[in-house]
């Protein structure tokens, strides 16, 4: 049975981040046959039913790697009281200290209060390390970003394979970040990108890398749907009379780098005009049900209380069955609205879709994934003075063609399909194929 330590950042109560985690170890099965899968925890935050799959838990790294660099920043903050020289207290400085504070672990010189010897003794035990897809690498993040440059680096020592699948860059300025990230790479043999040029674009400016790349597509393009009874019963628990059409509508209090409630009037305007024009009712889709993401069901609820067309909008029960979601969404007549993965569940069964976002973080994502596809599916940036009319103008465009935009999402899918599973099969390959 092959052991894999899978680092899933925060699959914490978003339904995208589990449906990541979850497809990723349903792959890895797949593809290595059965695994015995290392998987760390931050703390009692939830995680997905994982019931399907051996799971060992272990302490996060991350908790040593906070622990430390805060260290750092303490010990700083003396010298400043006298005359002595106050170290850097940069991202490179705050991972220099920690890979000190690892090597010290190791030695048994340093304190571990937060499990490090723990996970390390399972890290050694491991075939493969693989992180799941995400969008950890951006100047927002640049203190979670620089704890995976210095993961990598870590454990490559450790284990034979090193696979950081489906991630998603940007935006990134940070110079300090660019060094890192330059030296974590060439310590990682395998790395896949999510979105369709940026990351790619950026890593080659990079320099020169040891790892292999390629651009796969998100971790959940192959995430299988529920079947259609499952399904077909759960959207008649949302109102709907069966075979209705409807639209997949979506949004959320934050996008991780600002709040969006002062932004709910213009979503609440563009719902009213997409029930209005197709003539549809919207269901809203709650992506998360925790407060790293927010509790998207109370976002729909204060949305709602201040559209014109109330009851044009319905709301999914909420639900931990990510499946069953996304054949939910696979139902629709397009997908509107904040949450990335509702529309990479609905354009990879070849739902056409308008995203709405605010901000450089969500910027990123949204235009990676529509690039794909082109067409119709819009990414709109609903906070700039022509938001909503842009969005307006969306709406109109997608209506007209939707028919024909699906027939080109299908062939896209077709060409993502065929590089998806890139890292799995040079993982298979790398360690002899599949083990029974």
Sequence with gaps: MRRVFVDHGEAYGNLGDEAMLLNALRRLTSSLGPCHFVIPRESSRPLPQLDDFVVEHVPSPFLFFERTAGILDRYRGLLARTRLPV???????????????????RLGTWRDDYGLREAMRAIRQCDVFYGVGAADFNDFNAFGAAYKCWLYRMVRPFV???????????????????????????????????????SEQFTRGL???????????????SLDPAGQVARDAYLAETGLAPGESFIAVHWRSTDYTQDTDHLFPRVAKLWDMAAQ?????????????????????????????????????LMAPISHDVGLIKAAIGASRFTFGLSYHVHVFGLSQGIP????????????????????????NRAVNIGSPAGVEDARAAIEAML???????????TTNKELAQDNDWILGEISARLGGVRR
């Design 277 to 313: 024009r197709s003539g549809l009712r919207l269901v809203f889709f709650p992506m998360s049900y925790d407060i790293h993401s927010r509790h998207d069901d109370a976002c729909c609820q204060a949305i709602g209380s201040i559209m014109k067309l109330p009851d044009r909008l």
């Design 207 to 221: 320099g020169p890398l040891q790892c292999r790349t390629r651009i796969t597509g998100d971790e959940a393009f």
């Design 160 to 198: 034979p394979i090193v696979a950081v699948s489906a991630q998603g860059f940007g935006p990134l300025q940070n110079a300090e970040l660019k060094v890192l990230m330059a030296g974590a790479f060439d310590d990682v043999d395998l790395l896949g990108f999510r979105d369709h040029a940026f």
């Design 353 to 376: 879709a308008l995203i709405l976002f605010s901000g450089d973080y969500y910027r990123f994502k949204s235009d990676g994934l529509v690039a794909f596809y082109g067409g119709v």
């Design 87 to 105: 170290p850097d207290g940069g991202l490179r400085a705050k991972v220099a200290f920690a890979r000190l504070a690892w090597r010290g672990v």
């Design 400 to 410: 007209a063609q939707e028919s024909g935009a699906r027939a080109a999402i299908g």
